[in-house]
């Protein structure tokens, strides 16, 4: 990059971006869903790197650069590709092969956009919450990079903004009840699609509340922060929740995500008879009575009749096989962005 070059756009979370552009995006993402997608990734391609598994997020990325015309080319570091650190001064004598530094650089020389899919290692929160991977991809590549993934997740944010817009007839969703419910799972999962979906809805202007157990399961002051910052810029509220009645009372949007609790982080034995004790958190019929028809959603994967009820998932209220689908437009719109000369319609 020369130094009079404008600067490297990555897509590593909404709130970087500004409303405008996200409306675009979205806008950009319904027509590929609506026609043909065109020839945005013509001649071009991009590196997907998973450190961790995926199947909605690679086939997705895959095809959507396929439609575009584009090439992508699946890496796993530690698997079909060398390990690879990412610490500075770290005395490489361990089990990595190569550094992030170079890494990023050499994948730069090949493709045109990489995305990185990378989630916390669930030691110590305070090390995972500064997404050294993702960033250590963006700090070293001289081409556009993706978050597929890590701490947050924008792709997915996008595909459920764009999955509310279609329900519910409208782009402007603000007034809207929306509640981010915590549902139990056997296991402490990550915070990254709660803390995104907290992100959006709060940036579409809607009246959010977030429910969870105790306060412990309230997600990380950052995205607490962001989400009070976008009240203020877009409208909307924000409320804290511990009571499932009035949480649901009239909500238009139920979407729901099973997290750990992050004092627990890395230790997660204590935390185990606490998260037991809310199982009956579950998203199910009586729930779902008290809201204002509202529309039910989750990420996926999601295990029937421990975070939702087989009758909630087969509702035609249901809207997350639609929402899984929009990945793959939402993504097609972000990449052709990113490869667009900046500031340039074409």
Known sequence: MSPTASPIRHFL???DWSRADLDVLLAEAARCKREKPG????????ALVFFNPSMRTRTSFELGAFQLGGHAVVLQPGKD????????????DGDTE????EVARVLARYVDLIGVRAFPKFVDWQIDRQDRVLKGFAKYST?????????THPCQELAHALALREHFGTEDLRGKKYVLTWTYHPKPLNTAVANSALTIATRLGMNVTLLCPTPEYVLDERYMGWARDNVAESGGSLTVSHDIESAYAGADVVYAKSWGALPYFGNWGPEKPIRDQYRHFIVDE????????????????????VKA???????PRCIAIEEAENRLHVQKA????????HGRDS
Do not use: Y
């Open 39 to 46: 020839d945005a990734l013509k001649g071009k391609s991009i």
């Open 143 to 151: 081409v556009p990079v993706i978050n597929m993934e890590t701490i």
């Open 13 to 15: 979370n909404t709130q």
């Open 81 to 92: 590709a060398w390990p690879i650190e990412f610490d500075l001064g770290t005395v490489m």
């Open 98 to 101: 190569e550094h992030i530094a």
């Open 309 to 315: 009820t087989d009758a909630v998932m087969d509702s």
């Open 286 to 305: 009586a729930k779902m009575a008290l809201t204002n028809s509202a529309v039910f959603s989750h990420c996926l994967p999601l295990r029937r009749n």
């Open 334 to 341: 972000v990449m052709a962005a990113l490869v667009r000369p």
